[in-house]
């Protein structure tokens, strides 16, 4: 099993360290605003592409021969959430490769439609991160940093696209 970085959970223990109620209120609904949206967006494409397999007679999906499996530490309901939407997304890809074995995809639409879904929560994740970024420095500015960087050391993501989209989001 790998471990599986997850773009939320800092920010819940920052915002506490923070202590001001109506910033902690703004950022978790700003979060799960876009959570919800990546969600239920998910939820579309997945019904369609359901669909898609009925119209066609297709009710059975192949299983994967090596799946990976990762260990995600669920320390805020924001990383439940993105967990969530990560097993949505498994869920979405295998729907996408049982209609490109049974030929209803081409190999372009396969590879267009998982880039897609891949920059969707990449995207997610790095404003999810931009915003983690801007509370570390809203606790600098009131003198907090020492606190923060004990209960929520910062760790640097190993994927250039999501630490690309996370400084896009902190300079918004």
């Known amino acids: 099993m790998s471990e599986f970085p997850t773009p939320c959970s800092p920010i819940d223990v920052i915002l ?16 799960l605003e876009h959570i919800s949206k990546v969600s239920e967006d998910l939820d579309k494409a997945t019904a369609q592409l359901n669909k898609l397999m009925e119209d066609n007679g297709i009710d059975m999906m192949p299983g994967y021969t090596n799946p990976n499996e990762y260990t995600i530490e669920i320390n805020s309901p924001q990383v439940a959430q993105f967990a969530h939407l990560i097993r949505k997304l498994d869920t ?48 600098h500015s009131k003198g907090k940093e020492g606190e923060v960087a004990e209960a929520a050391p910062e760790s640097a993501t190993g994927d250039k696209e999501i630490a690309d989209e996370a400084e896009k989001t902190k300079a918004a």
């Open 16 to 31: 506490r360290i923070i202590g001001e109620q109506d910033e902690i209120d703004q950022v978790e609904t700003v979060i």
């Open 92 to 139: 979405l890809m295998g729907i996408v490769d049982t209609l490109w074995l049974n030929t209803v995809l081409t190999s372009k639409q396969r590879t267009d439609a998982t880039y897609q879904w891949q920059q969707r929560l990449i995207k997610l994740a790095g404003r999810i991160i931009g915003i983690e970024k801007r509370a570390r420095i809203s606790a």
